[in-house]
C-alpha cells in the first residue's frame, strides 16, 4: 500500500533537490566554521606546534600518551566528570520542581512568583536604561 504524496502551488512544479540548494548555504557555514576547524585541530594534535606557531613536526600519538600518563589530565577530567554527575540532575530537576510550584495554588504563590520573577524583570529594566543613556541626545 503507498501513499501519494499532493504537492500543490510551486511545489509540484520544481525538482525535488531544489530544498536541498535553500539548505547549501548553512550548511556551508557549517562546515567552514565548525567541521573545518574541528579537522584541523584533530590534524595538529599529532604535531608539536605551539598554542599559536605554524607548522610543527610530526609526533604521531606521542602527544596522546603523555596526556594520558599525566596526573592533573586525570584529575581534571575526574572534576569534570563529578561536575557532570551532579550538576546536570541538579539543572534538569530543580528547575522542574519550581515550575511545578509556580504552577501549584497554595496561599502566598502570587508573592513566590513575584519575587521570581522580578530578577528577571529588573535586568530588562537595567539593560533598557543603560542603552536609553547611551543612545540618549548628550550620549554617554
Known amino acids: 500500500m503507498t501513499t501519494a504524496i ?3 502551488g510551486a ?3 520544481r525538482p525535488p533537490w531544489v530544498p536541498l540548494l ?3 548555504p548553512a550548511l556551508l557555514m ?3 566554521w565548525s567541521v573545518g576547524p574541528f579537522i584541523g585541530t584533530i ?3 599529532f604535531t608539536d606546534t605551539s598554542p599559536l606557531g605554524m607548522g610543527g613536526a610530526f609526533v604521531g600519538l606521542d602527544n596522546y600518551r603523555s596526556i594520558l600518563q599525566d596526573p592533573a589530565f586525570w584529575s581534571a577530567t575526574g572534576n569534570s566528570v563529578l561536575y557532570a554527575l551532579i550538576a546536570v540532575p541538579l539543572l534538569v530537576v530543580l528547575p522542574l520542581l519550581l515550575a511545578q510550584l509556580v504552577h501549584t495554588r497554595l496561599p502566598g504563590m502570587g508573592f513566590f512568583r513575584s519575587a521570581y520573577a522580578a530578577p528577571i524583570v529588573a535586568s530588562v529594566v537595567a539593560v533598557g536604561l543603560v542603552w536609553q543613556n547611551l543612545l540618549g541626545e548628550q550620549g554617554p
Open 11 to 13: 511545489a509540484r512544479y
Open 43 to 45: 590534524a595538529l594534535s
Open 30 to 32: 557549517i562546515t567552514i
Open 22 to 24: 535553500w539548505c547549501a
Open 6 to 8: 499532493h504537492l500543490n
